[in-house]
């Protein structure tokens, strides 16, 4: 037995955003203030009961945790911050989780804000050195990017990724369409999503331009501005806020080696520097965390910065075997009315690219009952996010 | 020694920053060969260049093995929108790929003199040499002769 039991032991019990756009002219200090300022709301608790403070996105995406806590008068006795990239939403949240839990703070708000319009700090990295991350390294890394190359988006290497999967299994481009058709379903139900208004069939789809093939279009996340908060504290002080509670299950963190370049990539599909091999997804640790099994999960979340994320995830968590989720996905299964619900807002293609972020508030109101409108799954009690990176976290209703 | 900036040369992509742990690489390719690391301790060829072996953690010698510059087309894609740098907008539609070498390691690299959509995977590919600037040169691969 571990030390620490994680399962039900914090609870997410306030979310906020602010508006969503694109090429908004605001400065990410006020956009996150919008976005806390409505968590607070939401949990029913003020400002002075936050002490703690996690973020992943810091300039010059977002706000760094000091300049946002100078801005907004907030104390945080504890704070920590990832690196800004994609990829540490769930990352974000279990700090929060651990700090909370060991009494290192009382209520932490999880705060995440993506700018990519020049009144952000970009406007001080004019384009063209293949980005401020990955792109200023000397080869290597998860995304596989190599800049003199031109091979200087995460996008064009999960594409080197998607013509391999599509190459050795058999997949379509129009079964890949089905992923963005089935999220722009679900953004259609979601008031709150940029393309809320813009329905997508799949001839629109394959009809949009290639942008590195075999990725169209609209296989890229949006492109945009806006901020999550998330407020998470333990179960015991959850029990007295405004919202139902929603409990943290289960966490497993980002796993990595060689096998994980490309990163979009799940081990074993033998793309960048992978080793080429069949891949089980056993038993992984965050089901064995939160007591439940893939059967049990009735939505899940997955990190969708580009669409074949969805394969490559469901493939590494086991709901389909290796190949087989590009058919696994099709049929409707994962759009509205779908035995598997995946990224019930409209996710990163179409409700917002937040990085996941929006994702883990899209669970918060599916597993409070009553603030997911049109898109409500029936009964929900499970739900699972879950990157192409390996990280996961399962939110339950506490039972 | 750095080669970051190609514009007193006119050429507007990005360079690679030319350090000790891969002088070897850029070098070689600077004389029209291909050479990659190969550990002395394990003998494991490494790629990409790097001051230790993934294969034992060696940090010690490595040599800078003579490749054939012959290999297979693993996996590419069909650049149609210069999203990253715009500099390359010049050469759209343009191929990146995988080639995985004949002695084992995968570079990253273009495929070259040939219709972008006529290519299959599995194909066999040569090396090519583009001096890109006085300084530098990138291993490209076109359609095996």
Known sequence: ?399 | MTTHEGSTTGYSKQLPIIHPANAGYWAALKNHELRLQRCSACSTLRYPASPVCYQCMSTGEATWELLSGKGTLTSWIVVERATGNPAWSEDIPHVVAYVDLDEGPRLTTNIVETDPYTLTAGMRVEVVFDDVTPEVTLAKFRPAS
């Open chain 1, 1 to 399: 037995m571990p030390a620490f039991e994680m399962r039900n032991q914090a609870c997410i019990v306030g979310i906020g955003t602010s508006e969503f756009g694109r090429n908004l002219d605001v400065s990410p200090i006020l956009l996150q203030t919008q976005a806390y300022q409505a968590a607070l709301d939401d949990a029913g608790l003020t400002r002075a009961d936050i002490d703690g403070f996690s973020t992943s996105h810091g300039a010059p995406a977002g706000a760094d945790y000091d300049e946002f806590a100078m801005h907004t008068g907030s104390t945080f006795r504890w704070a920590q911050q990832n690196w800004t990239h994609g990829r540490w939403a769930g990352s974000s949240v279990s700090a929060a989780m651990f700090a909370v839990c060991s009494g290192l703070a009382n209520y932490v708000l999880i705060a995440n804000t993506q700018m990519e319009s020049p009144a952000g700090y970009r406007r001080h990295f004019p384009r063209g050195e293949g980005g401020w991350n990955e792109g200023l390294r000397d080869v290597g890394g998860g995304q596989g990017q190599v800049n003199f190359h031109g091979l200087d988006t995460p996008g064009s290497a999960t594409s080197l990724a998607t013509r391999y999967y599509m190459e050795k299994y058999g997949a379509t481009s129009e079964e890949l369409g089905s992923i963005a058709v089935s999220e722009r379903a679900w953004a259609n139900l979601n008031p709150q999503a940029i393309f809320h208004d813009r329905p997508m069939t799949l001839d629109d789809y394959m009809d949009a331009r290639f942008i590195s093939a075999p990725l169209r279009l609209f296989d890229y996340c949006l492109v945009n501005e806006g901020a999550q908060c998330i407020i998470v504290t333990t179960a015991e002080r959850a029990k007295d806020l405004k919202k139902p509670p929603v409990y943290i299950a289960g966490y497993q963190g980002i796993q990595t080696s060689r096998d994980s370049s490309i990163i979009f990539a799940r081990p074993g599909l033998g793309i960048g520097l992978q080793r080429d091999f069949h891949y089980d997804a056993g038993v992984q640790d965050v089901y064995r965390q939160a007591r439940v099994d893939q059967s049990d999960v009735d939505a899940v979340y997955i990190y969708d910065s580009f669409s074949p994320s969805i394969w490559f995830t469901l493939e590494r968590f086991g709901f389909a075997k290796d190949g087989e989720a590009h058919e696994f996905t099709q049929e409707g299964r994962i759009a509205p009315g779908g035995a598997l619900p995946v990224n019930t807002s409209g996710g990163s293609l179409s409700e917002a690219g937040l990085f996941g972020y929006n994702s883990i508030a899209e669970m918060t109101r599916q597993l409070r009952g009553n603030e997911a409108g049109a898109r409500q799954v029936p009964n929900a009690e499970v739900m699972q996010w879950m990157t192409p990176f390996g990280d996961s976290l399962i939110l339950t209703k506490g039972n």
